[in-house]
């Protein structure tokens, strides 16, 4: 046989001539090589020899790369598996690739992990579902391995492949795998068992006893002496919730998951929660309150901060089904006690779940019983609490209406506002739009606007670009008049900030600015506050006006581009500092396609191109031609470029600009630019 060669550790192709002979009688013929034989040997082979030889050479290659010293190498040689199955053919896979694969498996976990993955699929490379079981032992295998992210994997593929099995393959060959998975010495072959119930049970619809059989089973893994092989049960038992008939789960899964719910490790007990959801979710009202209101209560009073984390992080999924009676009565309780929990994590859960809870309940409950811990929140002395309530402290406006949102809210605004820390009232801020919808900006801007001023002033920049891309959504909700007396000044103080990223983002403020507002508020507002710049006597001030219009100038219309921006572009060509003078090269590089663009989308669709080389012909070529001069060879090469791009707006490229632009820059920038 072929897989002879890895008993002496020989090359499979240095075998290969030598077995070739024992294979001469090969039932398969024909099929093209992948690697060419050697043009200068001698072959005493007949056609039909060669035909076969040709066939097995890449098998031999591929074979011999499993047993290769280099990992990587028998990775790739894994993942072509399914190459060397198609070649061998059904019979041969089932017969001589899988056991050899079997006797493969003391290698390294990431050669494991690829095996697992590709015996997933190769269902069809051994025959198709009727011959699926002899995958099932290599997978048991790889299932009780050490290394756990193989194990998760093989399981994966064990539950795939059970959903293809036929009946007589899942009486004969999968529950006893699951039989000698559950009762294995190691506990990760009983940890590996716990994932395959779920899928085995699903696909066991005409073997009622062996779905009892697994129901059996399951409660001994439940109760194992090993915390990880409970976390497993704990961790797949809401799966098999799902797919178990409802009778099933009063009389055989509702005891287990009570079991586990008092686990005494509480990793176990914290994966209960999981499995309350999945019960719920096939529980009527009134079974939820027989059946899951005792574990509920034990779970939100639970003596582990972890596993009253788990149930606060998952409240509003635990409510959805409850019930009026056991959401009122036990839930809102519950709630508020999460949110007074001692643990910082627990309260900070709770508090992400409020806006939604909350929904769920009258505005007296939530004004009586919700709102007096959510007001000892705003203060609390952990700061990531009070920024997750500022997150979320927002979505109650609506719920409460106007009066109530002034009353009991406001305060808490006011306080959030005021917080020491920047990230909690940025979050608050970030959510202000529900509450603009409720109470109005008149009353939101008396508190509102101290707070971005001071943002906007803090002594940390991320804390400044944070407030700044906020901006945009404060002016949609704001509106124009209030920006304009309130915040415009605020907004342009950050054109001048002395980082070069808060200038950034300021200018890409006001392009979204002007998307919000539109063109007409950009030619009468913004772009008049920004063209003083253009002679300041600072050159990050001019700096920045370059940038700025470059931004804006892809959201305004053709005549502003034409009357304010390139004008004031063009300017900036006499000024003393180099890196502004490249910098109108750049700009009006960046600008000629836009307003290109721009003249053929406008005017209905019609072309307007007489505009554009009007611009081109008063404005930027005579600039341009000018900073091609300049002794500067930066501002040269950028000139140079700039040229180009003027040439190429009309598509015509036979127009000569290579040559203009070759005279005047360097050699190399000219190489540079041409290409």
């Known amino acids: 046989r072929l897989f002879g060669c890895f008993s002496c550790r020989r090359s499979a192709t240095d075998c290969y001539f030598t077995l070739l002979d024992k294979l001469h009688h090969c039932s398969i013929r024909g099929m093209p090589s992948a690697v060419p034989p050697n043009p200068g040997s001698t072959s005493l082979l007949s056609p039909e020899d060669k035909s076969t030889d040709e066939f097995l050479y890449p098998i031999a290659l591929l074979i011999d790369e499993l047993k290769n010293e280099d990992i990587t190498t028998r990775l790739n040689a894994i993942k072509r598996l399914g190459t060397i199955a198609l070649a061998l053919g059904v019979e041969r896979t089932r017969d001589e690739l899988v056991p050899f694969l079997e006797d493969s498996l003391d290698d390294e976990d990431e050669v494991l992990l ?22 099932l032992n290599p997978l048991q295998n790889l299932a009780s391995v050490e290394e756990t992210v193989v194990r998760e994997k093989a399981v994966e593929s064990l539950c795939t492949i059970s959903k293809v099995l036929p009946k007589s393959s899942l009486e004969k060959h999968l529950l006893p795998l699951i039989k000698r998975l559950t009762g294995g010495e190691w506990f990760m072959n009983r940890s590996s068992a716990c994932g395959v119930y779920a899928a085995a049970y699903a696909s066991m619809k005409d073997l009622p006893e062996g779905r009892n059989d697994l129901l059996k089973q399951f409660p001994t893994l439940c109760r194992d002496d090993t915390p990880m092989v409970r976390r497993a049960a704990a961790s797949n038992l809401a799966e098999l919730v799902g797919v178990v008939e409802k009778e099933i789960l009063v009389s055989k899964i509702c005891p287990i998951f009570l079991q586990l719910s008092q686990d005494e490790q509480d990793s176990v007990r914290m994966l209960a929660v999981d499995v309350l959801i999945a019960l719920e979710k096939r529980f009527s ?11 509920m209560r034990t779970l939100f009073n639970d003596k582990s901060w972890r596993v009253r984390y788990m149930f606060a992080n998952n409240f509003v999924k635990i409510s959805e089904t409850a019930g009026p009676t056991v959401l009122n009565d036990d839930l809102v309780t519950a709630f508020v006690q999460l949110l007074k929990d001692n643990e910082a994590e627990v309260r900070s859960a709770a508090a992400t779940q409020m806006p939604i ?6 505005s007296s409950i939530v004004i009586q019983r919700i709102i007096p811990a959510v007001k000892d929140l705003v203060t609390d002395g952990s700061q990531h609490v009070r920024a997750a309530v500022a997150q979320k402290i927002s979505g109650l406006a609506p719920i409460l209406g106007k009066m109530h949102t002034i009353d009991a809210l406001l305060p808490c605004f006011l306080q959030l506002l005021k917080d020491e820390h920047s990230e909690v009232r940025l979050n608050l801020i970030s959510q202000l739009d529900q509450v603009n919808q409720v109470i109005g900006i008149d009353l939101l801007s008396q508190s509102l606007l101290p707070a971005i001023v001071e943002l906007a002033e803090d002594k940390q920049w991320r804390v400044r670009h944070a407030i700044i891309e906020y901006m945009p959504l404060l002016a949609k909700q704001l509106g124009v008049e209030f920006f304009n007396e309130k915040l415009g000044t605020l907004c342009m103080a950050w054109l001048g900030d002395s980082v070069f990223s808060i200038r950034e983002a300021a200018s890409e403020n006001l392009r979204k600015l002007t998307e919000v507002f539109g063109v007409e508020w950009a030619e009468t507002t913004l772009i008049p506050r920004v063209l003083p710049m253009s002679a300041h006597p600072n050159y990050l001030y001019r700096m920045t006006t370059l940038l700025a219009f470059t931004t804006i100038a892809g959201v305004v219309n053709v005549d502003l581009i034409k009357n304010k921006i390139v004008p004031t572009i063009c300017g900036l060509v006499e000024d003393p500092i180099p890196n502004i003078r490249f910098n109108v090269a750049k700009a009006l590089e960046s600008l000629i396609p836009i307003l290109a663009t721009k003249a053929r989308n406008e005017a209905s669709g019609k072309p307007n191109m007489e505009t554009v080389n009007e611009v081109l012909d008063k404005d930027i070529r005579p600039t341009l031609t000018k900073l091609n001069e300049d002794p500067d060879a930066d501002v040269r090469y950028f000139a140079a470029r700039a040229i180009m791009a003027a040439a190429n707006v009309n598509q015509q490229p036979d127009s000569g600009p290579t040559a203009m632009a070759m005279d005047i820059a360097s050699p190399e920038r000219a190489a540079t630019a041409k290409e």
């Open 114 to 135: 690829a095996l697992a993955t590709e015996l997933g699929g190769f269902v069809e490379f051994v025959g198709g579902s009727e011959y699926a079981h002899v995958l």
């Open 285 to 295: 009202v009134s079974e939820t309150k027989q059946h899951l209101l005792g574990p």
């Open 357 to 362: 809870f909350c929904k769920s309940l009258d």
